[in-house]
């Protein structure tokens, strides 16, 4: 499984983005997708994870200003980030895999950088 992901940026606090991450190649083998971050010297956190049947689960940080969502056909998965504050610039990794055996999944795709100036 290969995931190609897209979408980051610079944007001042208050504002917001939206992260794409396309799946493709054994897409089969995966019924979950989702996003990670990491910021400089911290550890790789949870941001949100959806399933193919659309439940959701979120990082406690992001919830209420970030919205994961999923196109099926596209093999897609969305995370728009609202309120975006300056403890939200990472490096956020797109990740996918099946969500029988807990988390995180195993495929990952490159990360993007998210930047929110003060």
């Known amino acids: 499984v290969q995931l190609q992901a897209s979408g980051g940026g610079l944007v001042q606090a208050g504002g917001s983005l939206r992260l794409s991450c396309a799946a493709s190649?054994?897409?089969?083998?995966?019924?979950?997708m989702g996003w990670y971050r990491q910021a400089s010297g911290k550890q790789r956190e949870l941001v949100a994870v959806i399933t193919s049947s659309g439940s959701t689960n979120y990082g406690d940080s992001v919830k209420g200003r970030f919205t994961i969502s999923r196109d099926g056909a596209k093999s897609t998965v969305y995370l728009q980030m609202n309120s975006l504050k300056p403890d939200d610039t990472a490096v956020y990794y797109c990740?996918?895999?099946?969500?029988?055996?807990?988390?995180?999944?195993?495929?990952w795709g490159q990360g993007t950088q998210v930047t929110v100036s003060s």
């Open positions: 990740n996918a895999g099946r969500n029988d055996y807990g988390l995180p999944f195993p495929y």
């Open positions: 190649g054994s897409i089969f083998s995966i019924n979950a």
